[in-house]
């Protein structure tokens, strides 16, 4: 028998910077991918909810695009079809990349969910104080309708930081990827997997612990 | 804003979200129409692949169902450590990346009991059940809840006991209520069902996988030709023709049910 026994802190004690790194590199994958889908989410979810001509149309096509279809199928389709036409990535661009537009298409869905949740006459004291449509956006809807839409938002982040281990099928060193590599390599497969699990259940519950924390923090006031 | 208005922005929205997916569809078809690369790789997709991906999406969909129902009924009954047991199953399951558990079930398991070692699609399909019965039971337990008080005690008055009120009360009227979440989670697993690509089973994605490498390999074995673009669109759009009429039906039941 090669299995050697169960034993967990060797296993961190002897990789813990390959898994530091790993750790790092999903982090970073993550930071990317949720700065770009906030904004992405922003952005369009504001041109939904106005009603912007052409924008409007374009955000409810990349929409129902990304979200009836496999993230696997569009991680393939940046790092596997586009060097067709000559547009390489690097493995780095092509993991933030693709979890910012699969994460955009759903927050742009929870933005615009919240900003059409701010009532009409919110808006209409805007005007009647005579800001224009985009300091009523930046002052009015953004600050309320922002905080409706906010934990929903977070879950959305949430499965963007998950994702990221979808990275394992382009090679991308972030944590899956690094364990697997080192499991296969020592054959510490239960540890790896241990491992793995417990440093993606830490992130996520610590990321769920914050939406609570902001739901009560941010609640809108006569919603408290 | 009028209705008619709002109409035809809707009419406009479609003719718009079809136009992307014809054009993709049409390259597509023609590179079926005007190449002999095209046939085998299409048939070998559909013939092959299709069939995978439909008994993973299947198996898991009836195995969250049953699992996650059953579950999130016995979390409404007030018993501290089976509602903490149940809870930990939900949080684990519905926090981890699931190709961390597809790994956990198909290189875990092994390593731990040489007895659960699964194919691949096997293994796919209980990783989705894992997260799927969680994600089922969630919504079960706020359902059952949802059901007012005085159905269960006129349920008891009747004569029934703790599973004749939820087998023929309680529940009937709460999977009315889970039919949205139900076709949602349908949608979820067929698009995560791809996830066995990542351990070798052969799905629609590994079918497309394999046949773009061999066509691409050098001539005596393949062609030398790199056709990525045509094989992984098509599989966006046929994954696209699944799943958007399936959200559209979901959208439809929330708003008819709830």
Redesign the interface.
Same mark, same amino acid.
């Given at each position: 028998m090669i299995?050697a026994a169960y034993d967990l802190w060797a296993f961190v004690s002897e990789n813990h910077e390959e898994l530091r790194e790993g750790l790092v590199n999903t982090l970073k994958v993550s930071a990317f991918g949720i700065a770009g889908a906030f904004v992405i989410g922003v952005v369009l979810g504001a041109a939904r909810a106005h009603?912007i001509p052409v924008v409007s149309?374009?955000t409810?096509?990349y929409v129902?695009?990304i979200?009836?279809?496999?993230?696997?199928?569009?991680i393939?389709?940046i790092f &596997?079809?586009?060097?067709?036409?000559g547009i390489v990535f690097n493995q780095f661009t092509v993991a933030w990349l693709a979890v910012m537009i699969w994460g955009g298409a759903f927050n742009s869905e929870n933005f615009r969910a919240g900003f059409e949740a701010v009532p009409y006459r919110y808006r209409e004291a805007g005007y009647a104080l005579g800001f224009g449509r985009l300091a009523t956006f930046l002052n009015v809807t953004l600050p309320i309708g922002g905080r409706i839409a906010l934990p929903s938002s977070i879950n959305t982040y949430i499965s963007v930081l998950?994702?990221t $281990?979808?990275m &394992?099928?382009i090679g991308y060193a972030e944590l899956?990827t690094t364990a697997?590599n080192i $499991?296969n390599l020592t054959l510490q497969?239960?540890e790896a997997?241990t491992v793995?699990?417990i440093v &993606?259940?830490t992130l996520?519950?610590s990321l $769920?612990a914050l939406i609570r924390l902001l739901e009560s923090r941010l609640a809108l006031p006569e919603a408290r | 804003?009028s209705a008619l208005f709002r109409r035809r922005?809707r009419f406009?929205?479609a003719v718009?979200?079809a136009?992307?997916?014809a054009v993709l569809g049409v390259f597509v078809w023609r590179s079926i129409q005007n190449s002999d690369w095209a046939e085998p790789v299409w048939d070998y997709i559909l013939t092959e692949g299709l069939p995978g991906t439909l008994k993973v999406s299947a198996a898991a969909v009836v195995g969250s169902a049953l699992i996650g129902v059953v579950f999130g009924t016995l979390m409404t009954i007030k018993l501290l450590p089976l509602q903490a047991l149940i809870r930990l199953y939900i949080?684990?399951f519905r /926090?981890?990346?699931?190709?961390?558990t597809v790994? +956990?079930v198909y290189? /875990?398991l092994p =390593? %731990?009991n040489r007895g659960l070692e699964f194919g691949a699609l096997t293994a796919a399909s209980i990783a989705l059940i894992l997260w799927g019965s969680a994600q089922v039971a969630e919504a079960t337990r706020g359902a059952v809840q949802s059901i007012p008080h005085e159905q269960h005690e006129a349920a008891s008055a009747l004569g029934f006991g703790w599973v004749g009120r939820h087998r023929f009360v309680i529940l009937p009227q709460s999977l009315r209520r889970l039919l949205p979440p139900f076709v949602s989670l349908l %949608?979820n697993i067929v698009?995560?069902s791809?996830?066995a690509?990542?351990i070798g089973g052969l799905e629609v994605?590994e079918a497309a996988?394999r046949q773009?490498e061999r066509i691409a390999a050098i001539p005596p074995i393949g062609l030398g030709e +790199?056709?990525? #673009?045509e094989? #992984? /669109?098509g %599989?966006?759009v046929l994954?696209?023709l699944i =799943?958007?009429p399936l959200?559209r039906l979901a959208a439809y039941l929330e708003k008819r049910l709830v």
């Amino acid at each position: 028998m090669i299995l050697a026994a169960y034993d967990l802190w060797a296993f961190v004690s002897e990789n813990h910077e390959e898994l530091r790194e790993g750790l790092v590199n999903t982090l970073k994958v993550s930071a990317f991918g949720i700065a770009g889908a906030f904004v992405i989410g922003v952005v369009l979810g504001a041109a939904r909810a106005h009603r912007i001509p052409v924008v409007s149309q374009f955000t409810a096509v990349y929409v129902e695009l990304i979200r009836n279809t496999p993230i696997l199928v569009q991680i393939f389709m940046i790092f &596997y079809a586009l060097p067709q036409f000559g547009i390489v990535f690097n493995q780095f661009t092509v993991a933030w990349l693709a979890v910012m537009i699969w994460g955009g298409a759903f927050n742009s869905e929870n933005f615009r969910a919240g900003f059409e949740a701010v009532p009409y006459r919110y808006r209409e004291a805007g005007y009647a104080l005579g800001f224009g449509r985009l300091a009523t956006f930046l002052n009015v809807t953004l600050p309320i309708g922002g905080r409706i839409a906010l934990p929903s938002s977070i879950n959305t982040y949430i499965s963007v930081l998950k994702n990221t $281990s979808l990275m &394992y099928v382009i090679g991308y060193a972030e944590l899956t990827t690094t364990a697997l590599n080192i $499991s296969n390599l020592t054959l510490q497969t239960t540890e790896a997997l241990t491992v793995l699990a417990i440093v &993606y259940l830490t992130l996520v519950w610590s990321l $769920s612990a914050l939406i609570r924390l902001l739901e009560s923090r941010l609640a809108l006031p006569e919603a408290r | 804003m009028s209705a008619l208005f709002r109409r035809r922005w809707r009419f406009f929205v479609a003719v718009l979200l079809a136009l992307p997916l014809a054009v993709l569809g049409v390259f597509v078809w023609r590179s079926i129409q005007n190449s002999d690369w095209a046939e085998p790789v299409w048939d070998y997709i559909l013939t092959e692949g299709l069939p995978g991906t439909l008994k993973v999406s299947a198996a898991a969909v009836v195995g969250s169902a049953l699992i996650g129902v059953v579950f999130g009924t016995l979390m409404t009954i007030k018993l501290l450590p089976l509602q903490a047991l149940i809870r930990l199953y939900i949080e684990v399951f519905r /926090g981890l990346p699931i190709l961390v558990t597809v790994f +956990i079930v198909y290189f /875990g398991l092994p =390593s %731990v009991n040489r007895g659960l070692e699964f194919g691949a699609l096997t293994a796919a399909s209980i990783a989705l059940i894992l997260w799927g019965s969680a994600q089922v039971a969630e919504a079960t337990r706020g359902a059952v809840q949802s059901i007012p008080h005085e159905q269960h005690e006129a349920a008891s008055a009747l004569g029934f006991g703790w599973v004749g009120r939820h087998r023929f009360v309680i529940l009937p009227q709460s999977l009315r209520r889970l039919l949205p979440p139900f076709v949602s989670l349908l %949608v979820n697993i067929v698009q995560n069902s791809t996830l066995a690509q990542v351990i070798g089973g052969l799905e629609v994605l590994e079918a497309a996988e394999r046949q773009n490498e061999r066509i691409a390999a050098i001539p005596p074995i393949g062609l030398g030709e +790199i056709h990525a #673009f045509e094989i #992984f /669109g098509g %599989v966006l759009v046929l994954f696209f023709l699944i =799943s958007f009429p399936l959200t559209r039906l979901a959208a439809y039941l929330e708003k008819r049910l709830v």
